[in-house]
């Protein structure tokens, strides 16, 4: 059964945006709603370096109205053939906020300089088969019927993944409704990360 979108469509897009985004307007099944939702819709960004990096363009390019980078590594000399044309001394979310800014001035940027909290929500013979460097073990279960979600940490912005996205999905919104506004979810799940981002990583 097809999930329902994740935003509503804006109300319209920002001005000078109809006729940069005229390509994917025309596509079939895209338009202006799609475009509309494109520019509702909010990524987090977890690491800009090469792989990061140009899917934070790419986000950008495409429409997306807010994007969160969470980087705060220092910048290397070579960040500059990741879309970082100028050496800023700056950690690389700053140094994306900044770029961004000047590129796409539609698109609303927003350095996370501070780490996350990578929270699994999958069960352990899950987690102990594939999982995200750094990330730590609640399964879903301790959010929907537990007070997990009253333990997570207030000084740092929780990031929820699964294995497709729907179990963590499920666990944003009790995450959301104790308080941490800011949480988001890895859309797609680890089975996304590994055809996108690490192809190695064993799926099942």
């Given at each position: 059964m097809p999930l329902p979108p994740l935003t509503r469509?804006?109300?319209?897009?920002?001005?000078?945006?109809?006729?940069?985004?005229?390509?994917?307007?025309?596509?079939?099944g895209h338009g202006s709603?799609?475009?509309r939702r494109l520019a509702a819709g909010?990524?987090?960004?977890?690491?800009?370096?090469?792989i990061g990096g140009p899917l934070i363009?790419?986000?950008?390019?495409?429409?997306?109205?807010m994007i969160g980078v969470a980087d705060g590594s220092p910048m290397d000399p070579w960040d500059r053939y990741l879309g970082l044309p100028d050496a800023e001394p700056a950690d690389r979310a700053t140094a994306w906020a900044r770029a961004l800014g000047r590129t796409h001035p539609a698109v609303r940027a927003v350095a996370e300089s501070e780490p996350v909290n990578l929270v699994d929500v999958r069960e352990p013979d899950e987690y102990a088969f594939a999982h995200l460097p750094g990330s730590v073990l609640v399964p879903q279960g301790e959010f929907l019927n537990g007070d997990a979600a009253e333990r997570l940490p207030t000084d740092r912005r929780t990031v929820l993944l699964c294995r497709a996205g729907i179990r963590s999905a499920e666990v944003l919104a009790v995450v959301k409704r104790s308080g941490h506004r800011d949480a988001v979810h890895l859309g797609g799940g680890i089975l996304s990360w590994?055809?996108?981002?690490?192809?190695?990583?064993?799926?099942?």
């Open positions: 469509p804006a109300t319209g897009l920002p001005t000078g945006e109809a006729s940069r985004q005229a390509h994917q307007l025309i596509l079939a709603d799609g475009q909010r990524v987090l960004v977890v690491g800009a370096d090469e363009a790419h986000l950008a390019d495409s429409g997306v109205g590994a055809e996108r981002i690490d192809p190695e990583m064993p799926t099942y």
